[in-house]
């Protein structure tokens, strides 16, 4: 195998992992996003605008298991249990 070859065949693998790696990233950002949608509609359906001090530890969080533990708990907690768990950054007791 020639010099240049090797290359393009490095170049190619290099490109392929490149490509997965942002693909993946795409897909977790677009999970985090729409995690955090539903979140805000959930909020909204059940007790009205969400705060804005709420909002803000929403659109700050990333952490995916968090965001959807909060989805999750978020139709059974009464709203003071709810904000208490997102401006602590925890789950909601229950």
């Known amino acids: 195998m020639s010099m240049m070859e090797l290359y393009e065949e490095w ?3 290099t490109e392929a992992k490149g490509i ?4 993946k990233k795409g897909i977790e950002k677009g999970r985090e996003e729409a995690l955090k949608e539903s979140l805000v509609a959930a909020y909204r359906v059940r007790f009205g605008a969400l705060p804005a001090d709420l909002a803000a530890v929403i659109e700050a969080t990333h952490d995916v298991a968090v965001l959807r533990t909060w989805h999750e708990r978020i139709v059974t907690g009464t709203r ?13 007791s229950t």
């Open 11 to 13: 170049k190619q693998k």
């Open 20 to 23: 997965k790696k942002g693909i």
């Open 80 to 92: 003071e249990e709810i904000a208490a768990a997102l401006r602590s950054g925890s789950a909601p």
